[in-house]
């Protein structure tokens, strides 16, 4: 996979993760990785003032931490806010920009471009243009629950290229079970880069297939020339490796176009999935989504992220 743009390894989750689940050091996480892939960027998510944590650090401590993950290897910073508040972001953009990593600032898509009173085409070209005159190197555009649909995506770019001739970079969940179908619509209308998963890890609350996905842009203009073949070795791997942490999987055993409803981030949705099951509570899954979907609508359609 040398012909990557990133491999996304860091940051976010997987930061608490591994200091409270596998009681490994992070850092030396990512020297690991840095060291194992030295010709391709390493991408990590970063929450903003939040950094990865759960509340908001004083500025030094999140200008620290970007100088440290730079020096120890990081060279994307996927930058965002839960709440699309461009000026919550802005201490970690110049962070990044002063170790002259890139700085990949996103957008959150929550809703119907098409049809939300709040989050449509006005409101997200508003969001590019902050976001590009803050100083980003990319837009990012964060989909946590899957919500984009095909006939989103022209409105969606549209907007954003309005706005700013910055690459453009994709991420969504694949909740629903369609959003293999938006990746290809965005490829179609040239989206620079879309996040991906290896196939046995892929699909659910996870991202797309990227063998599925590889296997069908074959033959298109902009192919990306990868023969689906050949990640098979990657495929036989991880469900091996997946496998053999399968007692702690959530037990969600396929998508829902429900998603579109009560619009549950992916990884929110997955942890609830198993924390209900968990309480006794999975006979009451219909009642706890439209408890969700009524409290999101009397909190006035927060953008949802996790």
């Not at 931490?65 to 000026?87: S, Y």
């Not at 490829?187 to 880069?193: E, H, K, M, P, Q």
């Amino acid at each position: 996979l040398k012909d990557a743009f990133s491999f996304e390894c860091w940051g976010g989750a997987t930061f608490d993760v591994c200091m409270r689940f596998l009681d490994e050091c992070p850092w030396e996480r990512l020297r690991e990785l840095r060291a194992a892939a030295p010709h391709v960027c390493l991408q990590m998510l970063i929450r903003g003032a939040n950094a990865v944590g759960y509340t908001s650090y004083p500025d030094n401590v999140v200008v620290e931490f970007i100088r440290l993950a730079a020096e120890n290897g990081m060279d994307v910073f996927r930058i965002f806010d839960c709440f699309n508040i461009v000026d919550n972001m802005k201490v970690a953009i110049d962070a990044v920009r002063a170790t002259s990593k890139v700085a990949e600032v996103c957008l959150c898509y929550t809703g119907n471009i098409m049809t939300s009173s709040i989050y449509n085409a006005d409101y997200y070209r508003v969001v590019a243009k902050e976001a590009a005159e803050a100083g980003a190197h990319i837009i990012g555009i964060k989909d946590m629950s899957g919500l984009l649909r095909p006939l989103e995506c022209t409105v969606l770019l549209e907007a954003i290229r309005s706005v700013t001739d910055l690459p453009i970079h994709f991420h969504t969940h694949s909740t629903s079970s369609g959003s293999i179908a938006v990746c290809m619509e965005m490829a179609r209308l040239n989206c620079d880069i879309i996040d991906l998963c290896t196939a046995s890890m892929a699909d659910g609350t996870s991202q797309p297939s990227l063998n599925a996905f590889v296997a069908m842009m074959e033959g298109a203009d902009n192919d990306p020339g990868v023969n689906f073949l050949t990640l098979e070795p990657y495929d036989m791997y991880w469900s091996r490796v997946r496998d053999m942490y399968s007692p702690f999987e959530s037990g969600m055993r396929s998508g829902s176009a429900r998603v579109w409803e009560h619009q549950i981030p992916g990884g929110q949705y997955s942890n609830l999935y198993a924390q209900c099951k968990s309480m006794g509570l999975w006979d009451q899954w219909e009642t706890i989504l439209d408890t969700y979907r009524d409290v999101n609508i009397l909190f006035g359609d927060v953008i949802k992220v996790t």
